[in-house]
């Protein structure tokens, strides 16, 4: 059980830079971007081809940065110069990548064991492995955070929040998006390549679901921790992977669910997230109508009276 | 400053919805001038500022500000030059950021928005400063998120902004249309205390016959994207809103239509 959880959490803290990706994507541009179905498979692909060839696993992982950096380029191109609706240029490029995917890797499944990885000088210390990755995440989280208190980093912010209102102080908001998807595609890719060195393996199908997963993290970090700020809104989304990778490992352990169920659990806990808030929110606007009209008709009627 | 030359614009061309938005519009602002803009609902005000920011672009004409071509160029290029407040007073401020980062991106106008800090200690005090002459109290409130905001506070946040950097034109749409009277005045102080301290070349359309006799140095009415009339400092200063509306009548042959119309 405690090996279990130990497990949930390595994994948590590796998802977590994918998390964040989403976040920048989901959260800041306000666009759900389904490339990174895509594009955490090719950083798993380009570390692991990389490494089996020779090269270091460090020039390796930095590539697989690098790639998810390009793909998400091209997918903000298509969508802010080619005026392609965002979703669907989130799919074309997903669709493009998968055969990319396989020409990079040349067949499905590329093994990672018994080769050094990035990960392998300190996975053999149980002590040490845990911490590295928390730290590693949080470095990511909080270059992220001082990215977006830049100049440049504000403007992305506003992309979202008001693209007519920053595009009238001079910010290309079609540059901006450009780079929003691009980065948001490369800690994917990232992501993508650490885990399949922490796995042993990269497999053509290991990013089906990846938006999904991250939207999941995104939420459950947003309902347990708050996003109030950008601090803690990415702080929500680190530790979002790592409250769903422990969900997800009590879900196996629950006799009536397969492994193969869990997408579709990951996918109503989305459902379910974005569904109550609004649910919630609109019961609440309806009750305090509600109440104050009483309270002005109360106010009216006893004026009336004294008169 | 700015100089418009038989700038033209047509909606839905070739549809049955053509439509005339703007026809041959010459107009030609000296530096400071302060120029009010009336007209009836789809006379093309609206249209002439949008030309002008770069959100459309003229089928013909020029638009110039000081003498270099600007209508080739994309909206946020123009912006260098040009500060703009919007109707609604969500549109000129990103709610989800505070005041002090809404200030920030007003700072970097015309700068090169690099990896250097949005907001710091400097900065913040010069936000402080000019947060102070507003007198709405905002300068408390630097970390507040401007969608907390009243609509009110929201336009003098957006005025400031857009005025920051003491741009070369200053484009007003009806930014006090969406506000209550007592709001809508202290906007109108504000407005013109901030023109007249930068001097700055304003253009202002209101639906406000009043404010648009008492405000500004010059008077301009469109009707049917065209300017019809073109009333000069000299004689605006006797004008009454009457004569006004006379005037539009005699020129255009029917009455001043506007549901929102207020005069004053």
Redesign the interface.
């Known amino acids: 059980m405690l090996e279990s959880m130990v497990g949930a959490v390595e994994l948590g803290l590796l998802y977590a830079l994918m998390a964040l990706g989403v976040y920048i994507t989901f959260r800041i541009l306000d666009f759900p971007d389904l490339t990174v179905d895509g594009s955490f498979t090719t950083g798993g692909a380009v570390a692991a081809i990389m490494i089996t060839h020779g090269s270091s696993p460090l020039l390796a992982t930095i590539c697989a940065f690098l790639c998810g950096l390009a793909a998400g380029a091209c997918t903000g191109l298509l969508h802010a110069k080619g005026k392609i609706n965002g979703l669907l240029a989130g799919i074309l490029m997903m669709i493009t990548l998968y055969s990319i995917n396989l020409r990079i890797m040349g067949k499905p499944n590329v093994s990672l064991l018994n080769t050094d990885t990035v990960l392998s000088a300190i996975a053999d210390n149980e002590w040490a492995y845990v911490p590295v990755l928390l730290a590693l995440a949080l470095a990511v989280k909080l270059a992220l955070d001082w ?1 977006l ?7 992305l ?2 992309t979202g ?2 693209a ?10 079609d540059t901006t998006k450009i780079i929003g998807v691009s980065l948001s595609n490369g800690l994917v890719a990232l992501s993508g390549a650490l885990i399949a060195q922490d796995s042993g393996f990269a497999d053509i199908s290991a990013g089906v679901g990846t938006i999904v997963l991250g939207l999941a993290s995104v939420i459950i970090g947003e309902a347990i921790f708050g996003s109030r700020n950008v601090f803690r809104a990415t702080l929500a989304a680190l530790l979002g992977a790592v409250a769903y990778r422990i969900i997800y490992s009590l879900a196996l352990r629950v006799e009536l669910l397969d492994a193969s169920d869990l997408k579709m659990m990951t996918a109503l806990i989305v459902v379910a997230a974005l569904v109550v808030p609004t649910l919630r929110r609109s019961m609440k606007q309806k009750a305090l109508a509600r109440k104050r009209t009483q309270e002005l008709a109360g106010a009216s009627s006893n004026r009336g009276g004294r008169s | 400053m700015l100089d418009l030359v038989q700038v033209s614009k047509l909606f839905n061309p070739g549809t049955p919805d053509e439509k005339i938005a703007l026809m041959n519009i010459r107009l030609k602002l000296e530096p400071g001038d302060f120029v009010t803009v009336i007209g009836s609902n789809g006379a093309g005000k609206s249209t002439l500022m949008n030309v002008i ?1 770069g959100v459309m672009k003229p089928d013909i004409g020029e638009v110039r500000i000081g003498g270099q071509a600007i209508h080739p160029l ?4 123009r ?2 030059w ?3 407040v ?1 109707q609604d007073p ?8 505070s005041i002090e ?1 809404n200030l ?3 700072y ?4 090169k ?7 710091n200690a400097s900065r913040r005090e010069l936000f402080r400063a000019r947060l102070q002459r507003l007198g709405i109290g905002l300068e408390a409130r630097l970390k507040a998120k401007v969608g907390l905001l009243s609509g009110g506070e929201r336009q003098a946040l957006s005025l400031l ?2 005025t920051f950097t003491q741009p070369q034109i200053l484009l007003l749409d009806e930014h006090t249309a969406a506000l209550d009277p007592a709001r809508a005045e202290l906007i109108t102080t504000l407005t013109e205390e901030i023109v007249r301290e930068m001097k700055l070349t304003t253009l202002m359309v209101t639906h406000n016959m009043e404010q648009a006799i008492r405000l500004g140095n010059r008077l301009i009415m469109m009707d049917k994207g065209r300017i019809i009339l073109d009333i000069p400092e000299s004689r605006k200063r006797t004008l009454t809103v009457a004569q006004l509306l006379g005037e539009f009548e005699r020129i255009s042959g029917q009455r001043l239509s506007d549901d929102r119309i207020v005069l004053g």
């Open positions: 990215f208190h830049t100049d440049a980093g504000m403007a912010r506003a929040d008001n007519r209102m920053i595009r009238s102080f001079g910010a290309n908001t | 920011s994309p909206e946020h290029a912006s260098r040009i500060g703009r919007f969500m549109a000129g401020t990103a709610p989800a950021m980062e920030a991106m007003a970097a106008r015309g700068k928005r690099g990896l250097g800090r949005g907001v902004m857009a």
